[in-house]
């Protein structure tokens, strides 16, 4: 199983991109959502997170630029990125913890990613 990332892309420094990823129906229970990224011969890190309340957490580095937020209708995260700088270049990967019927207990499912580019 496997989430469907999309919405990156190459932008300018100070634009915006919207990242989106859906969850597939099979999975009918989500708690938390996660965006993460991977920048060239960097460590995956956590950038954004958002819990089944609608509580988020954001890495220092796009506090104030970036904003999660689902949909728990379409079973969709986003990723609101604005005031895009060259060091957000990465990678972007969705990440959700999730039951299907056939797990026995909520499990983390990652999407494909999607490439993000911060250049002039």
């Known amino acids: 199983v496997q989430l469907q990332a999309s919405g990156g892309g190459l932008v300018q420094p100070g634009g915006s991109l919207r990242l989106s990823c859906a969850v597939p129906?099979?999975?009918?229970?989500?708690?938390?959502m996660n965006w993460y990224r991977q920048a060239p011969g960097k460590q995956r890190e956590l950038v954004a997170s958002?819990?089944?309340?609608?509580?988020?957490n954001y890495a220092d580095s796009v506090n104030g630029r970036f904003t999660i937020s689902r949909d728990n209708a379409k079973n969709t995260v986003y990723l609101q990125m604005n005031s895009l700088k060259p060091g957000d270049t990465a990678v972007y990967y969705c990440?959700?913890?999730?039951?299907?019927?056939?797990?026995?207990?909520?499990?983390?499912?990652w999407g494909q990613g999607t490439l993000v580019t911060v250049s002039s």
């Open positions: 990440k959700i913890m999730g039951l299907r019927s056939e797990d026995s207990y909520y499990t983390d499912y």
């Open positions: 129906g099979s999975i009918f229970s989500i708690m938390a």
């Open positions: 958002i819990t089944g309340g609608g509580s988020t």
